[in-house]
């Protein structure tokens, strides 16, 4: 029987034969073969697909494909200042001076934090002068730095 797009048909067909108590929440698969066995659609294939995607009840219920997650380890603590240090940027800011980012740099241990101008559009070796040119320069080199995994950086800083 072909379904048309009014009155949402599509949409109480597919709540039917998915969201029903005694159906159970099928895959796509499953879900698109028991409405194809009564019903049709152009584009019917999809619209079950996203349906199928968007259902919370399947997400809830999906189980996971991938190795549990490890232990969260502790950074070790620093034993001098200026050690250990963390990197983030704070972006798309109004340009000021031609500056559009601010490199937050802070000491994990004293937690002393060096401000430095930069652009949007900065690179890990731009990144890496900037630190040698504002604070490094007071400093010994860090041995370790911490920066969110989520960076617009393209690639690891130099050492
Ligand atoms: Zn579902």
New binding site residues.
Partial sequence: MYVPETDDLRLRVLRYK??HPLLG?FGQNHTLELIRHEYTWPGIRTYVKDY?KS?T??ARAKTPCHRPYGMLKQLPVPDRPWNSISMDFIEQLPSSSGFTAILVVIDRLSKQAIFIPTHDTITSTTSYRSRRRTRVRDHRDPQLKVRPTSTSMPTPLPS
Avoid: F, I, K, T
């Fill in positions: 998915h969201d929440h199928v259902c009840a399947c």
